[in-house]
């Protein structure tokens, strides 16, 4: 990457980070291109050098948000979700510590971004990447469980939203418990055994 492509880069970064630092303070159709502009410190002809509307930059930060996501987990970790048809059954149980502490760390990292970006799912457009995901992933991972197609839905629904309870909760408090304590509560939650240290 060349110089002028870096500091393209770097501007770009630093205007998902003010529209994630406005969100924190207010809805998005109420930000504008000024106050996006004001907290990035750049001019407004620079905001539109790189976005024609806010909502271009909204679908970026989106991506910034999931690339910085998913640079948490080992790359085996990613290539699971190609393999899904082929590997073996328990790479297929994301309820462990190889991918709750990758999560749970990234959250940890970036408590308030993690904070805005629930509060914001909506708008962030985190449905429709939920929707890619269950069918994408989550789907043909049930399907290698053989579990009934009508009921997958809810049963994504059960665990994803248990799972998002116990993180807003961390997050209430400030993180202050270990990775590895919450691990263990979303684990005792989902297979209703505490696993044997």
């Not at 106050?35 to 806010?54: D, K």
């Not at 805005?116 to 049930?142: C, Q, S, V, W």
């Not at 979303?186 to 044997?196: N, P, Q, S, T």
Request: charged share 25%; hydrophobic share 35%.
């Amino acid at each position: 990457m060349n110089k002028s492509e870096s500091k393209y880069f770097n501007t770009a970064t630093k205007m998902d980070l003010a529209l994630i630092s406005l969100l924190k303070k207010k809805s998005f159709q109420y930000i504008t291109v000024s106050e996006i502009c004001e907290t990035a410190g750049v001019n407004r002809s620079t905001f539109y050098l790189h976005y024609e509307t806010i909502g271009d930059l909204l679908n970026e930060t989106t991506r910034y948000l999931l690339n910085d996501f998913l640079s948490y987990f080992s790359t085996d970790a990613q290539a699971i979700v190609h393999n899904l048809k082929n590997c073996e059954l328990n790479e297929l149980v994301f309820i462990g510590d190889k991918h709750l502490t990758p999560y749970l760390t990234y959250i940890k990292d970036n408590k308030e971004v993690f904070a805005t970006a629930l509060l914001h799912n909506k708008t962030l457009g985190f449905e429709d990447i939920y929707k890619r995901m269950f069918e994408n992933i989550f789907n043909p991972i049930l399907d290698r469980f053989h579990y009934p197609p009508n009921d997958r839905q809810y049963v994504m629904m059960y665990y994803l939203n248990g799972i998002n309870a116990i993180v807003s909760e961390w997050l209430k408090n400030g993180c202050d418990k270990p990775i590895k304590e919450i691990s263990e509560i979303i684990a005792v939650c989902i297979y209703g055994l505490k696993r044997e240290q």
